[in-house]
T-cell receptor, first 115, second 113 residues
């Protein structure tokens, strides 16, 4: 069965410092992986996706993620945090529920950015 | 290209009542998924509709039901509302089922009193 684990429920960084949000996945086949962001009281926005092309995926707002099959990881990074990056981040893997393929969501990582 | 829209944005209902939430999918998308997101939690998958038929369901009771119309818009109906149904309900559309990325609407905030 497919699963996804976000290793940190809360991450706090200072503005201008790097961001690292960690995600490990479990899948018996080559997965599709996504990162979504949710700002307070807003809907979810797709940051980036991996679908078996380049292992380093660039997304919006300066974020990127690297697919590492040997480590079953898909960590999200950004070189320099902005105050506007404060939000909830979800790592998502495509998987099966019975015979239906669907997205499986991590529990989320809350990112705080301090001035 | 029109994004995913949801209506209403906010709704207050009384326990035992029924509610209908609406979603218009993004142009070109034939699949709609519904999620429930309680405060401080991640989205929980309710069900998915593909070409007007249910295509997968999460762990939600039958009083949660849905429809998809020929134009791929969708409704989520909840009967016999309970206090625990208070949540943000999110609709997402995609080009197909399975591993396609989903594009979300802004959500409907439902409060049950």
């Amino acid at each position: 069965a497919q699963s996804v684990t976000q290793l940190d429920s809360h991450v706090s960084v200072s503005e201008g410092t790097p961001v690292l949000l960690r995600c490990n996945y479990s899948s018996s086949y080559s997965p599709s992986l996504f990162w979504y962001v949710q700002h307070p009281n807003k809907g979810l926005q797709l940051l980036l996706k991996y679908t078996s092309a380049a292992t380093l995926v660039k997304g919006i707002n300066g974020f990127e993620a690297e697919f590492k099959k040997s480590e079953t990881s898909f960590h999200l990074t950004k070189p320099s945090a902005h105050m506007s990056d404060a939000a909830e981040y979800f790592c998502v893997v495509s998987g099966y529920a019975g015979n239906n393929r669907k997205l499986i969501w991590g529990l989320g990582t809350s990112l705080a950015v301090n001035p | 290209e029109t994004g995913v829209t949801q209506s209403p944005t906010h709704l207050i209902k009384t326990r035992g009542q029924q509610v209908t939430l609406r979603c218009s999918s993004q142009s070109g998308h034939n699949t709609v998924s519904w999620y429930q997101q309680a405060l401080g939690q991640g989205p929980q998958f309710i069900f998915q509709y593909y070409r007007e038929e249910e295509n997968g369901r999460g762990n939600f009771p039958p009083r949660f039901s849905g429809l998809q119309f020929p134009n791929y818009s969708s409704e989520l109906n909840v009967n016999a509302l309970e206090l625990d149904d208070s949540a943000l309900y999110l609709c997402a559309s995609s080009e197909g089922t399975g591993g396609y990325e989903q594009y979300f609407g802004p959500g409907t905030r439902l409060t049950v009193t």
